[in-house]
């Protein structure tokens, strides 16, 4: 079960045209539980030469996106 939400505003630029605007905002989402890898997580077996030991990790996955640029309309 995944939910996210998003927040942002556009503020007009006469400037530039007509019809452009900043377009400024954030997302939120929570995806739950996930399991991932990073660096040092994958080694060699020090017990079998052909073998690979993998570690991963576990963690809530929630993160903050934001963004900014410019949104013209045609």
Same mark, same amino acid.
């Given at each position: 079960l995944a939910y996210s939400g998003a927040a942002g505003v556009y503020i /007009?630029? /006469?400037i530039i045209a007509q019809?452009?605007?900043l377009d400024i905002g954030a997302r939120y989402n929570a995806i739950g539980?996930?399991?991932y890898l990073t660096k040092g997580d994958i080694m060699n077996d020090p017990n079998d030469p052909n073998g690979i030991l993998v570690? /991963?990790?576990?963690s809530d996955a929630r993160f903050v996106t934001y963004h900014l640029g410019i949104a013209v309309r045609f």
């Open positions: /007009p630029l /006469p019809s452009a605007s539980r996930t399991r570690t /991963p990790r576990e």
